[in-house]
């Protein structure tokens, strides 16, 4: 699937974990170093990298929710409104289509993992990612998914605070030679 297909989602081919769905494997999508380092860095992006573990359980706007058994859906209005919710920071609508995709059954550190690659996949960019990492043209796609991610003219796709290209593909590039010279 390529990138201007990937928000037809019924329209073009199957996102890869599809197939681990009907054959029933625990992990859907492998998570290499080049994933772990995406997943780190939209983490990072979306400000709940700091706070390690805990950023599975970051409500928008900072505050913490206790229960993974299912996305919280709590409204929050700071400088924006929002029930975005997780390390990724998933809205519930979101959140419920990654969910029902992949067969997930709890908010956990491990499914929010996954739901997170389902939505680069889905967007059509993860193949790009395991082969050449955090390009500009993977970040302005992924900036439809996540507000703080640049678009091609280095804003929001949102009107949101962004990140700027230059700082997330340094951080990438770190968290992937760290994660390369742990394994």
């Given amino acids: 699937m390529n990138p201007s297909q990937g928000s037809q989602l019924l329209a073009g081919p199957e996102p890869q974990a599809w197939t681990a769905v009907e054959r029933g494997e625990n992990e859907l999508y492998a998570i290499t170093p080049e994933r772990r380092a995406l997943l780190n860095t939209i983490r990072y992006a979306e400000g709940t990298w700091k706070q390690g573990a805990a950023g599975y359980r ?93 678009n091609t003219n280095g804003r929001s796709a949102y009107g949101q605070p962004v990140k700027k290209a230059a700082e997330l593909a340094a951080f990438y590039e770190r968290n992937l030679l760290e994660l390369r010279q742990q394994a």
Avoid: C
Avoid at 80 to 94: E, V
């Fill in 58 to 150: 970051t409500l928008y706007g900072g505050g913490r929710f206790f229960s993974l058994a299912k996305h919280p859906e709590i409204v929050v209005s700071k400088r924006y409104t929002s029930a975005a919710a997780g390390a990724y920071q998933f809205l519930p609508k979101t959140w419920s289509e990654a969910a029902a995709k992949l067969n997930l059954a709890s908010f956990g550190p491990r499914h929010q993992d996954q739901a997170a690659l389902y939505l680069v996949d889905r967007r059509g960019v993860l193949d790009q990612v395991d082969s050449r990492g955090l390009t500009r043209e993977v970040m302005n796609v992924l900036a439809k998914e996540w507000a703080s991610f640049p």
